[in-house]
């Protein structure tokens, strides 16, 4: 089949199906993982957590992995 005998909606129509329904999958099967309580919302940060602390980037890696 030549390019030129493409239809341009045939395209859009197999972008549609390449990527919208396997998005519409993922988020589909995600509030559901929520709705079932499997998924939990994030907690928020505790009240003492200072988010423009730079000491816990040493070079060791800090905080990141369990070096105080």
């Known amino acids: 089949m030549d390019e030129a005998e493409l239809n341009p909606l ?32 994030a907690r928020p940060a505790p009240k003492d957590w200072d988010d423009n602390n730079h000491n816990n980037e040493a070079a060791d890696g800090g905080l990141a992995h369990g070096k105080v």
């Not at 549609?16 to 919302?41: D, F, H, N, Q, T």
Request: aromatic share 10%; charged share 15%; with cysteine.
């Open 10 to 41: 045939l395209i859009i129509l197999f972008y549609i199906l390449r990527c919208g329904v396997p998005l519409a999958l993922m988020l589909g099967v995600s509030y559901l993982l929520r709705r079932l309580g499997v998924i939990k919302e």
